[in-house]
Nanobody, 128 residues
Framework: QVQLVESGGGLVQAGGSLRLSCAAS????????MGWFRQAPGKEREFVAA????????YYADSVKGRFTISRDNAKNTVYLQMDSLKPEDTAVYYC?????????????????????WGQGTQVTVSS
C-alpha cells in the first residue's frame, strides 16, 4: 500500500512559479512510476507529467512542456513538480499519483485508470 500527500499549492499571479511536493509512504517508492495529474472544475482529470523509478525517463503533456519540471528524490520518498511561467489555464486541483513499475507506456501514462494510488490533491490558482 502506498499513501501520497501533496503540498505546495496556492495562489499565484500569471507568470509566477510554484513547486508542488508529494511525500510517499511505502517500501516500493523507488521502483514506482510517479506522476502528476490535474482537474479543473467541470473538466476531466488530465495527465501532466510522469517520471520513472530511477528518474531516467520523463514524460510531459504538451500543454506544460517547457514550463513544468518533474523530479524525484528517492532518498526522501518525494516527487516534485516545479511549475514556472504559470498561466490562468493551469488553475486546477493537482493530484500526485503512483503506478507500480516498471512497465512504461506513454499511452497508459495518460490514462488515470491505469494508476494505482492517488493523493488527496492540492489547489493551484493562477490569477490573471
Amino acid at each position: 500500500q502506498v499513501q501520497l500527500v501533496e503540498s505546495g499549492g496556492g495562489l499565484v499571479q500569471a507568470g509566477g512559479s510554484l513547486r508542488l511536493s508529494c511525500a510517499a509512504s511505502g517500501r516500493t517508492f523507488s521502483t514506482s512510476i510517479m506522476g502528476w495529474f490535474r482537474q479543473a472544475p467541470g473538466k476531466e482529470r488530465e495527465f501532466v507529467a510522469a517520471i520513472r523509478g530511477n528518474g531516467g525517463n520523463l514524460y510531459y503533456a504538451d500543454s506544460v512542456k517547457g514550463r513544468f519540471t518533474i523530479s524525484r528524490d528517492n532518498a526522501k520518498n518525494t516527487v516534485y513538480l516545479q511549475m514556472d511561467s504559470l498561466k490562468p489555464e493551469d488553475t486546477a486541483v493537482y493530484y500526485c499519483a503512483a503506478k507500480d513499475g516498471p512497465y512504461w507506456s506513454l499511452y497508459d501514462l495518460r490514462i488515470p485508470g491505469t494508476w494505482n494510488y492517488w493523493g488527496q490533491g492540492t489547489q493551484v490558482t493562477v490569477s490573471s
